[in-house]
């Protein structure tokens, strides 16, 4: 047993509004610089849409993420020895039409207009060739379900959504539509550190962080094509790719990531798994249907004494084990099983959950009527207005049962805490979903709780990096004092 | 005096300045030191002119290498008049198929515009002596036939002389002036690599042939933690 640390995710999507304000935290922080104007480390989407950069999923057309050839676990493309074929070109690799060419305004002009009959106006301005463009595409060009014959329909996860639903869905009466905030997982397999030629790309030990270290990239560009989720982007000023950092100075910090911490709709969370690292090629392999369970498998009971012994052997401290006990995402994923990680099938095992929306929580529509005179206060799951399937395909694998499970839980968390606060539930309902479920009334007023009332220090469980300690374990504390200037990493003593 | 410098001081220069040179920009400079792709801003055109570029200029490269270490089997092989005509022929396809890359590249790179705020001078330059040097080689190949017995039985002599610290200018000064461009335009294409972004062929990435798919880094030393140099007396926290 080789038990790591890592920090993992949830999402809850009933509770995002699309705002943005994630993406525009990341953006003022890490992306607004030459080169990186195209890259949202941190994005949401419109689902139904195709995303960004479009159509991301559909690896028929990017070719990321892992396959199964027989019993062997591979890269799509960019694997060895087929990587290294694609340096001089690589046609599997996005490029920036895929994206949108980043623009400005010529505000300028509108100081500088010499005097005339028209207003003077701000033309878009390219910020690749400094040259007037016609705008034909953004980052969220698709947002709330704008362009929906070009954008939704083209959806790859409409494609097994049965053409009765599909049409349902994009009716003006009955569409339906949710958020998807994306940034990158920091898998437990990363598909873009197995695909780096020259080992850039890489996993922090102590926190499972992915990175690219900018000194060692020598633009080969094949972590784009690898990540399935297309979250490692190329920068075409300085020839370096980069990506999410999960904002490790603020982590390192004690802070939250600066997506999590500016999230106005409060969805996020950030917490420590343990994880058995020997198992991951194992259960990276295992069949599609099984990919979920065997994912929550690899994550290990941080109570567990056994656990806690082998952890500590492993050198983890033992302020990331309290952390990994406290830990909501641990809670989420493991224990309630009610967070689920997106496209499983692209085999990286991404540390970001996601709790599928109910919304709307009305059912379909009858004649033009809403079917809320039933008897049920809220449709059932099964005929929820967002079809299963398609919420299937995004969250399971295409695994039906799997997210009705997962929406029947958060249903009966409803009906309690409606029981709870306006006490008009049969209670022959609610019995019912508590046994078919699973859950208890504490457990689903826990989930309630963690749903929806608690503070940043409950949501962010974060633990100490302990960065001075390490160094202190490997080198005598007295000769490292004076050696470097603040930020060198290279000695400051003179040479010649 | 001018053949002497040309011929002597500029390859001494040349090789001087890319060996140090080369390792300092690796060293303090590494950063810097990327293939700078620009695939990103065009992709089409790149596929024909960096495909035919790269693998024309590969093959002749490792065909001028061959003739420099191995130069008395050359010499044997090309005695027969096929195997001579044979090679001489591939030679000369690959140089067309690189010079064909680099017309197309520099098309390329001339056509669009928004690669034109991510080429610098040194590329300029770069495109410049790369096409002297393909079009040269192809004249020399085309004028001076049976190039690759000649250059391994008296140009590589004269390679090898400069090696050893004994240069003798004397075979090499006598030959055609096509072979003498050719050759000074290959010791400043040497010259210029720490200064640009030729840089990215010496860290061509074979090595990930042999590594392990993932790759873990931690900041603290599991093993230095438990084998610490630490001089100074008392228990060692093997935890925090």
Known sequence: ?496 | MIDSFLLIGLPYAAIFIFLIGSILRFRYYGYSVTSHSSQFLESDKLFWGSRLFHSGIVVLLLGHIIGFLIPKSIIVVTSTPLWMMVIEVTAFAFGLLTLAGIVLLIKRRIQEKRLHSVTSKMDLIVYFVILTQVITGLLVAYYHRWGISWYASSLVPFLRSLIIFMPDQAVIASMPWLIKIHTISAFVFIGLIPFTRLMHFLVYPLAYLWRSYQLVIWNRDQKAMHSSKNTREGVKPVNN
């Not at chain 1, 940034?183 to 990175?211: F, I």
């Not at chain 1, 079917?371 to 799951?381: A, F, M, R």
């Open chain 1, 1 to 496: 047993m080789d038990i790591r640390s890592q920090i993992a995710m949830v999402f809850h999507l009933d509770k995002c509004i699309g705002c943005h304000t994630c993406s525009i935290a990341c953006k003022n922080i890490w992306t607004d610089r030459k080169g990186a104007e195209y890259m949202w480390w941190n994005n949401v989407e419109t689902k139904p849409g195709t995303g960004y950069p479009t159509k991301w999923e559909d690896q028929k057309i990017y070719k990321g993420g892992w396959v199964k050839n027989g019993d062997k676990l591979e890269l799509r493309v960019a694997g060895k020895p087929t990587g290294l074929t694609k340096l001089y070109h690589n046609p599997d690799m996005p490029v920036m039409d895929d994206y949108y060419e980043p623009w400005t305004y010529d505000y300028d002009h509108l100081f500088e207009a010499p005097a005339g009959s028209d207003q003077p106006t701000a033309r878009t301005i390219s910020l690749v060739t400094g040259e007037p463009i016609d705008v034909k595409g953004g980052p969220n060009w698709d947002d709330d379900l704008s362009g929906t014959p070009d954008y939704g329909r083209n959806d790859i996860n409409l494609r097994n959504v049965s053409a009765e639903d599909q049409e349902a869905m994009f009716q003006l009466e009955r569409m339906t539509m949710h958020y998807l905030p994306r940034m990158c997982n920091h898998c437990l397999n990363p598909a873009c550190v197995a695909a780096c030629p020259s080992g850039a790309v890489y996993k922090r030990g102590e926190d499972g962080v992915v990175l690219i270290s900018q000194e060692k990239c020598r633009a080969w560009r094949l972590c784009v094509t690898a990540c399935p989720y297309k979250k490692s982007y190329y920068n075409w000023s300085s020839g370096k790719s980069e990506k999410c950092l999960l904002c490790y100075p603020r982590l390192e910090t004690g802070q939250a990531p600066a997506c999590m911490h500016s999230c106005v709709g409060r969805i996020r969370y950030l917490g420590v798994l343990l994880y058995d690292a020997d198992k991951i090629k194992e259960f990276a392999s295992c069949p599609e249907n099984e990919l979920i369970d065997r994912q929550l498998d690899i994550y290990l009971n941080p109570f567990s004494e056994k656990v806690i012994r082998d952890a500590k052997k492993n050198g983890i401290a033992d302020s990331t084990i309290e952390a990994a006990q406290k830990s909501p995402v641990y809670k989420f994923v493991k224990e309630w099983k009610i967070a689920l990680p997106l496209h499983a099938e692209f085999r990286t095992m991404p540390s970001l959950f996601y709790v599928p929306p109910m919304l709307p929580v009305m059912g379909k529509m009858e004649n033009g009527v809403y079917e809320s005179t039933t008897t049920n206060l809220w449709g059932k799951i099964e005929e929820s207005r967002l079809p299963l399937q398609y919420l299937a395909n995004l969250f399971s694998a295409g695994n039906q049962d799997k997210i009705k499970e997962v929406l029947k839980k958060l249903m009966t968390v409803r009906y309690h805490r409606r029981q709870v606060t306006v006490n008009d539930i049969e209670g022959s309902l609610l019995d019912d979903a508590f046994e078919s479920t699973g859950l208890t009334p504490d457990v689903a007023d826990a989930i309630y709780r963690l749903t929806s009332l608690v503070k940043y220090d409950e949501r962010f469980v974060i633990p100490a990096a302990h960065r001075e300690e390490a160094i202190e374990m490997i080198e005598s504390t007295d000769d490292r004092k004076g050696n470097t200037g603040f930020g060198e990493k290279k000695g400051t003593r003179r040479v010649f």
